[in-house]
């Protein structure tokens, strides 16, 4: 019975560990756990199927030392048929009494915010998103990781 438990649970999480499958990631590392205005994150996604639907995430990773509850970026995108337009976003990271809202490893914190759901690029082609800060502190102490993350549907 326990050989059998085992073989479900290991499909189980095999399965789970395929739904996950990015179709984009790529993350950027800040020097010095510093985001400054000027350090603006650009993602080129060439993509081959203008049918697909995609969830567009930003990924962001920050100290448990990160003083701010939420941070606000500018997200960019700009393509073949799509306007060069830019979003300001807030990303929230904390609960109201503190507590951070993703999960921790070693004092690190990973965030994925979903900035656009079932997305459909107009056409064939290469496409750009950017990320940058917009918070008052520049530059922006205790972040660790920027990038994007693009999840077919």
């Known amino acids: 019975m326990h050989k059998h438990l085992l073989i479900v649970a290991s499909v189980v999480i095999l399965l789970a560990?395929?739904?996950?499958?990015?179709?984009?990631?790529?993350?950027?590392?800040m020097p010095n756990q510093?985001?400054?205005?000027?350090?603006?994150q650009k993602f080129e996604v060439d993509i081959d199927d203008s049918t697909i639907k995609y969830d567009v995430y930003i990924n962001l990773r920050h100290s448990a030392n990160y003083k701010f509850s939420n941070v606000f970026i500018l997200f960019h995108e700009k393509g073949k048929g799509l306007k060069d337009t830019?979003?300001?976003?807030e990303i929230v990271l904390a609960q109201l009494d503190g507590r951070w809202l993703s999960n921790s490893?070693?004092?690190?914190?990973?965030?994925q915010y979903l900035a656009k759901e079932n997305?459909?690029?107009?056409?064939?082609g290469k496409y750009e998103f950017a990320v940058e800060q917009n918070m008052r502190e520049n530059p922006l102490?205790?972040?660790i990781n920027v990038g994007i993350k693009l999840?077919?549907?």
């Open 151 to 153: 999840v077919k549907k």
């Open 141 to 143: 102490k205790e972040i």
């Open 119 to 124: 997305f459909t690029f107009p056409d064939t």
């Open 17 to 29: 560990s395929c739904i996950d499958g990015a179709y984009y990631e790529k993350n950027f590392t």
């Open 34 to 40: 510093s985001w400054s205005y000027d350090n603006i």
């Open 105 to 111: 490893a070693g004092g690190i914190y990973e965030n």
């Open 86 to 89: 830019v979003y300001r976003k």
